[in-house]
């Protein structure tokens, strides 16, 4: 067994479907949002759980995010006095997105979506709110559901208590390095080096929780060429090894050009420039003063925009934006804090910061104006605008463009079982969240909707997490 691997009378001495003595029921690889999900799902179904992850710490990319969670027609939503569903949920999703690979799993999640944020909060203990101050992109409706203070490190912390108290316990340092396979079936994971006394850990069930490949420069490079320009912000652990584990076993792969990208981090602070900033009003500038294109698109596909014109690029508001984004999401409140938020008493102020000529900032913050003050197009086509015209004092912040997560990945059935080109399932084998084809399109970064990477992490990580538990 892994070192740390808590021997337990329930983890010993119980068999595989094959008839095989095995060490644990489940093995759950990488304990970001959907491995430890996963994990309490199955131990709440009984089974004995090893949840390996291959850094010093639990958390991934779900550590790193805003732990913003997308549900339609939970109880916090009625209380807040917001009607929803999945059906219009599963519509805004495909709005965004345009037609692909995955469907099937939006609308399947959209459906899933209530109940997942209900049981985490209720059964779980873990702590999300919905949120009322914006919707963000891709929904017509206040969806999102986040902790308070609005870090992903915060909803890791309370699905690590809860896998705690039902004594399943992250063991870190554990990279898995392949799947065994026995009688056409899975039956456990290999563990570490296997030229160094690496191991073989047997079970009834894998769940392929490890996340995509944005950190692989191979795959990317394969498969979304397109963001090669663009820094990879997310995750060191996402290198996409067990994507090529399942495809070796035949799994279909979906969806694999798609991403998250993100227009706008705080450069060099390397903090999100928070996107309420422009949903408010703001809009970005290349270097020189001139608008890229139409923001309401959203932060993932305008980060293709940014990505094709420049290297940097300036986020523009104004001091009333600023201070109602900073009373609501502490991250931005602290890059405020630390100096990354310019401020300047005329357009002309602003252009010395940026190092641009006066003219062009006057003449986006002159176009901005008239458009929200006519509730018409500016030049760009925008018409959403609804803290209405930029007033002076104006804010800019210097930021980069970036790469967040991969949305390709396999295909899974309704128990998140990995599904194969013909069809048929890898039995015992299962996969979520950045493992599978994701919500957000075939290609590119435009069709993603927030929420749509943590949605698939923590959704599918409880319908696997039962499955597996229930039955292998
Ligand atoms: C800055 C940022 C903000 C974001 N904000 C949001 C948001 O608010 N809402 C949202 O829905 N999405 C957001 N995302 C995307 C979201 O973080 C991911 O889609 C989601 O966290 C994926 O969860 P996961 O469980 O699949 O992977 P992860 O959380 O990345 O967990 C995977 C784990 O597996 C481990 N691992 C990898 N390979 C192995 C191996 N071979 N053996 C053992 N362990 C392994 C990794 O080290 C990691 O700990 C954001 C992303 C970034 C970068």
């Not at 469907?103 to 399947?108: A, D, T």
């Not at 969806?255 to 408010?280: D, F």
């Not at 079982?417 to 969240?433: H, I, N």
Request: net charge negative; glycine share 16%; charged share 20%.
């Amino acid at each position: 067994m892994p070192h740390g691997t808590p021997e337990t009378p329930e983890n010993t001495g119980r068999t595989s479907a094959n008839g095989h003595a095995v060490d644990v029921d489940v093995v759950v690889v990488g304990a970001g949002g959907g491995g430890l999900t996963a994990a309490i799902a199955a131990a709440e179904a009984g089974a004995s759980v090893a949840l390996l992850e291959k850094l010093d710490r639990a958390g991934g990319n779900t550590f790193v995010s805003t732990g913003s969670i997308p549900a339609a027609g939970t109880r916090y939503q009625r209380e807040a006095g917001i009607d929803d569903s999945p059906e219009r949920m599963a519509e805004d999703l495909l709005r965004q997105s345009g037609g692909h690979d995955a469907e099937h799993l939006v609308r399947f999640l959209a459906k899933e979506s209530a109940g997942l944020v209900e049981w985490l909060v209720e059964q779980h203990g873990v702590d999300l709110r919905i949120i009322t101050d914006y919707k963000h992109v891709g929904h017509s409706v206040q969806r999102l559901h986040a902790p308070p203070d609005r870090r992903g490190a915060s909803l890791v912390r309370d699905l690590t208590a809860a896998a705690k108290r039902l004594d399943v316990e992250v063991v870190p340092g554990n990279p898995v390095t392949g799947l065994l396979i026995e009688g056409g079936r899975i039956a456990g994971v290999r563990v570490g080096d296997p030229g160094r006394g690496g191991e073989v850990l047997r079970s009834r069930a894998v769940v392929l929780a490890s996340n995509g490949f944005g950190n692989n420069k191979e795959m990317i490079a394969r498969w979304i060429p397109e963001t090669g320009a663009a820094r990879y912000f997310g995750a060191e652990g996402s290198t996409g090894e067990a994507i090529t584990w399942a495809r070796d076993l035949g799994a279909r792969l979906l969806n694999m050009g798609a991403y998250q990208g993100y227009a706008a981090v705080a450069y060099p602070h390397g903090s999100i420039v928070s996107w309420t900033t422009v949903e408010k009003g703001g809009f970005l500038l290349a270097p020189d003063g001139s608008r890229m294109g139409d923001e309401s698109v959203g932060y993932s596909g305008f980060a293709a925009v940014v990505s094709r014109t420049t290297d940097e690029s300036w986020v523009v508001f104004d001091t009333r934006i600023r201070d109602f984004v900073a009373g609501n999401e502490p991250e931005f409140a602290e890059l405020v804090r630390i100096g990354g938020v310019k401020e300047a008493d005329t357009p002309e102020g602003i252009a010395a910061v940026i190092g641009c000529p006066a003219q062009a900032v006057a003449a986006a913050i002159e176009d901005q104006r008239t458009a929200a003050t006519a509730r018409a197009a500016d030049s760009q086509g925008r018409t959403d605008f609804p803290m209405g015209a930029l007033t002076a004092p104006y804010c800019a912040v210097r930021s980069v463009p970036a790469l967040f997560h991969t949305q390709g990945g396999v295909d899974v059935d309704s128990d998140a079982q990995v599904v194969r080109e013909d069809g048929s399932v890898v039995p015992g084998l299962y996969a979520v969240g950045g493992v599978t084809g994701g919500l957000s399109g075939r290609s590119g970064g435009r069709g993603y909707s927030s929420g749509n990477g943590l949605l698939s992490a923590v959704g599918l990580g409880r319908i696997a997490g039962a499955a597996a538990g229930r039955r292998g």
